[in-house]
């Protein structure tokens, strides 16, 4: 954290910042000295004069020089938002922190009482108070304070309760040491720096609130002024001279950017959260093309990178060539981070837009997926290309129902019109085995279970005519026997469409059961490709070590289940 | 007053696994989204006890003698005598309460000590502009966020315009930055003024509502815009887009049907907070385009420290936040429907 502060107050926002703050330190200290006799000076004679050379923002009513007054009034409009600033900081670390040791029923008062607080707006609050402090400089800086000390409390409580719950704390406590000196010892020096980094934030909101106050004529009182009573007297006087109202206001956006400035320096989040570039999926220069191929899915020398934390490329997957012919059911399996999902979302055409997919051949039966597809292609992949994803509760739109997530396949790219699609929906939850599909159609997804989100899931894919089914570990979220029938559902839908099913999975017993071809990925490659039954003659040591992993009927359960590591598995399914 | 720009959890993150809502009455489960409009409902009836307690303590926090300090040094013994006793500050505390709450229940908030007439009259001659004024700003903010915010979020998410979207980003800071009333300053100058195309003080047509709205909406527009931002990016990254996307379903439904919904529940909870402050800015707007609402009320009021005109306008301010804040929930509960925010 500490080198990122001196690489942010290093940047060029954070030289302009700490420049822009000496300036306006001078101008708190020296102004008042330098301007004083000037801002103070009244001249008739020159009195509501627009800018000119000798005052470049014109003169007052009584022809006192705008921006002597602007630049005199920073000392007095600063300490008092840092005044308010002390206030809230102060106030509200205290409220905070002694609520966290208050008997549990006060507690829950004070807490509730704060929330109630903070659900008003800080003007409505700054007001109440100043009702209480009346209309002077003092009382308005008590007002904008106080009306901040909610924030600062409910920050507080938040930061101090993560610390008490912690262990040294209730160690602490057994030994004996009391209240005081868990807040001194512990609570303390562990929640002043976050609370620290936000002070300029609230500096910058008192600021203007202060100014506001004093625009409204409740803060600071003539012959005194402060940015926001110039502004007061400047709009009265608008017509004369624009910039008399204007030159205060501008001091006022300045000074709270500067605090704002300070503030994101100071914290550890500055987050430029731009996002990652466009995709570009190109295909290699020269590649051969090739028409009318028999094949579901073809690829070859698939390649996918993404963006690594370091700015460089990760190549996820290198070099992946497969093919799938028409109804044959394919099982890629491998550990997490074998680049199986990425080559199966790369077939489909849904990595976000930061991947870097580049290819030979990808094509989806005569589409080519290498460019973005035409709308009679997007129509073409919505029916025939089918995507069953890992967790069916994140992958079903919670604010919609099931039908209507069924429904529109069919409606955009079919023209179905909308009864027909309803009644094919639930033909279609039917085929899958949910029971009542006339119940299930128009309830949400939440109000399903596990299992039936995944047939739901499945069902969408049916609603179309599948020529490939992509299977995302369709299965892993749920339990045991739920998967069976998950299974045989999907099963069933091969058959009755004829469609091809891409089955991902890091389970080799389950996909050697289900498939008829396994490709073994491990880094981002295929390591070995077998027929299903085939998988006793494994030949890769990475296969059979995954082969060995599978408990079966003779596994000595006196040892433990073997772990997939620096290849002695490997060993150790050879022996 | 210095929200925090986070987030709420974006809907990936949300518990929206019912089973959670632990067990019930046996036989008779409440749904989950009466059990949330009732915690809700309550904690607006203690906002309501505190907003009631309060106002009527004002008079009492104020340092020294209000009603000397009310009528000035110059006011005779016998006066103050008699205004004390018609405020009714003569009585024990106790009483002083039970009056003042069944006055409120009578719609009798009291006789203002300025203008001697009764207060309840002049809120019901100052509300409506008020509110209208707070309903045209709420209008602008809202329909501007939307689409500013989602239109960033998608061209941010596919990676493209990348300078479209810092220039935007930018303005939208810029925005967020400057306090309404200057805001305002700066279009009296320039469309009033400078180019005078449009009326800079009081209340009545159409002409004189578009600076005041103008300048109360543009940063709370541009806060929500941020807050759409960054919700719309949060709903991208969901799998169920995934889902939606591998549909092929076109850029219209896949945004409108299955991003907004889940948007809009999830900005609405963190930008409530937006829309509260929008009712408090009419203060400041009020006092610089001369508008007589409530805002112009209040601030004369504790100028003249005419108490019990004080008490009535805070009591209607906080009313309409705390209405307000009421109709954001009721909303979320209405929007959504896994009700999952509602388990908070």
């Not at chain 1, 507080?156 to 610390?163: D, E, F, G, K, N």
């Not at chain 1, 570009?280 to 073809?298: K, L, N």
């Not at chain 2, 809009?264 to 963190?270: E, G, H, N």
Request: hydrophobic content about 50%; overall charge positive; glycine content about 10%.
């Amino acid at each position: 954290m500490r080198s990122g502060f001196r690489q942010r107050l290093l940047s060029p926002q954070g030289i302009v910042t700490v420049v822009a703050l000496c300036v306006l330190l001078l101008a708190v200290v020296f102004a008042p000295i330098v301007w004083g006799p000037a801002a103070a000076l009244t001249a008739v004679a020159d009195r509501g004069q627009g800018p000119s050379g000798a005052h470049p923002f014109g003169t007052d009513d009584l022809g006192r020089d705008v921006l002597a007054r602007v630049l005199v009034a920073t000392r007095l409009s600063v300490l008092l938002a840092l005044g308010s600033t002390t206030i809230a900081i102060v106030g509200g670390t205290t409220l905070g922190v002694v609520a966290t040791v208050l008997p549990r029923p006060v507690r829950r008062m004070v807490t509730a009482l704060i929330d109630i607080l903070l659900s008003f707006p800080w003007l409505l609050l700054t007001l109440f108070f100043s009702v209480i402090w009346g209309a002077s400089a003092s009382g308005a800086m008590l007002a904008v304070g106080f009306a901040d000390v909610p924030t600062v409390a409910r920050l507080t409580y938040t930061l101090a309760s993560s610390v008490t719950g912690r262990d040294y704390v209730r160690a602490a406590r057994i030994v004996g040491v009391g209240h005081a000196g868990v807040i001194v010892r512990h609570v303390l020096p562990n929640i002043l720096p976050p609370l620290l980094v936000n002070t300029a934030a609230h500096a910058s909101a008192a600021l203007l609130s202060f100014a506001g106050l004093s625009f409204l004529g409740l803060g600071v009182q003539a012959p005194e002024f402060d940015w926001g009573r110039l502004l007061r007297e400047g709009v009265a006087r608008i017509y004369v001279n624009p910039m008399v109202a204007l030159g205060p206001g501008i001091a006022i956006v300045l000074t709270g950017l500067i605090l704002n400035s300070i503030g994101s320096l100071t914290g550890e989040t500055a987050s430029s959260a731009l996002p990652p570039p466009r995709a570009r999926a190109r295909r290699r220069p020269g590649a051969p093309e090739r028409a009318g191929s028999a094949a579901v899915v073809e690829a070859a020398d698939l390649r996918v990178s993404f963006p690594g934390p370091d700015g460089g490329l990760v190549e996820r997957v290198r070099g992946v060539s497969l093919t799938i012919a028409p109804g044959e059911t394919v099982g890629i399996v491998g550990a997490s981070g074998s680049g199986k999902s990425v080559t199966a979302m790369a077939i489909a055409g849904l990595l976000p837009g930061e991947a870097h997919v580049g290819a030979e051949t990808l094509r989806f039966q005569d589409i080519d997926m290498t460019s973005p597809p035409t709308s009679a292609e997007r129509g073409r992949l919505g029916l025939e290309l089918a995507v069953i994803f890992q967790d069916p509760l994140t992958s079903l739109n919670p604010s919609l129902t099931i039908e209507r997530q069924l429904t529109e396949v069919s409606e955009v790219h079919d023209g179905v019109p909308r009864k027909e699609a309803r009644r094919r929906a639930r033909d279609v939850l039917e085929s899958v085995g949910i029971t009542e599909p006339e119940r299930r159609a128009r309830q949400y997804p939440h109000e399903l279970s596990g299992g039936m989100r995944q047939r739901a899931m499945l069902g969408m894919g049916l609603m179309g005519r599948p020529r490939l089914i992509i299977a995302d570990e369709p299965t892993t979220a749920l339990d045991v026997t739920v998967q069976r029938q998950v299974l045989r559902v999907l099963h069933e839908a091969r058959r009755r469409t004829g469609s091809a099913i891409l089955f991902i999975s890091h389970d080799i017993a389950l996909v050697s059961g289900f498939c008829d071809r396994v490709l073994v990925m491990k880094d981002g490659e295929i390591v070995e490709e077998l027929a299903a039954s085939g998988l006793a003659q494994a030949a890769h040591p990475y296969t059979r070590a995954l082969v060995a992993c599978v408990p079966h009927m003779t596994t000595d359960r006196s040892r433990p289940l073997p772990v997939i590591g620096d290849g002695d598995v490997a060993e150790e399914a050879r022996a | 007053m210095a929200i925090p720009p986070g987030a709420a959890p974006g809907p990936a993150s949300l518990p929206a696994d019912l089973t959670r809502v632990g067990p019930a009455l046996p036989g008779r489960r409440p749904s989950p989204r009466a059990s949330f409009l009732l915690r809700r409902s309550g904690r607006a009836l203690v906002s309501l006890g505190v907003v009631v307690a309060a106002t009527f303590l004002v008079v009492h926090l104020v340092p020294g003698d209000p009603v000397r300090a009310a009528l000035g040094p110059s006011a005779t013994p016998e006066l103050v005598q008699r205004t004390r006793a018609e405020l009714g500050l003569d009585k024990p505390a106790l009483q002083q309460f039970a009056d003042y709450l069944s006055g409120l229940l009578r719609g009798d908030l009291g006789i203002s000590l300025r203008s001697h007439r009764p207060v309840s009259a002049t809120l019901a001659e100052r509300f409506p502009t008020t509110l209208t004024l707070a309903g045209l700003a709420f209008l602008v903010a809202a329909l501007g966020a939307v689409p500013i915010g989602v239109a960033t979020a998608v061209s941010a998410w596919g990676g493209r315009r990348r300078s479209l979207h810092s220039v935007v980003s930018w303005l939208l800071g810029g925005l967020i930055a400057i306090p309404n009333f200057l805001l305002a300053v700066g279009f009296i100058a320039l469309f009033g003024i400078t180019m005078n195309v449009l009326p800079v003080a009081g209340w009545g047509g159409a002409a004189e509502a578009v600076l005041p709205a103008a300048a109360l909406a543009i940063g709370p527009m541009a806060y929500l815009a941020r807050i759409v931002h960054v919700e719309m990016l949060a709903v991208l990254g969901t799998p169920y887009m995934t889902t939606a996307r591998s549909k092929r379903l076109p850029a219209r439904l896949l945004y409108l049907r299955h991003a907004l919904p889940n948007m809009i529940t999830a900005a609405l909870a963190s930008g409530g907070l937006i829309l509260t402050g929008l009712v408090a800015g009419t203060v400041l707007i009020e006092a610089v385009f001369v508008i007589p609402g409530l805002g112009s009320t209040i601030v004369a009021s504790i100028t003249a420290k005419d108490y019990p005109m004080i008490q009535g306008v805070v009591l209607v301010y906080a009313l309409l936040v705390l209405a307000l804040n009421l109709l954001i929930d009721l909303a979320l509960s209405g929007l959504d429907p896994r009700s999952s925010i509602m388990e908070g």
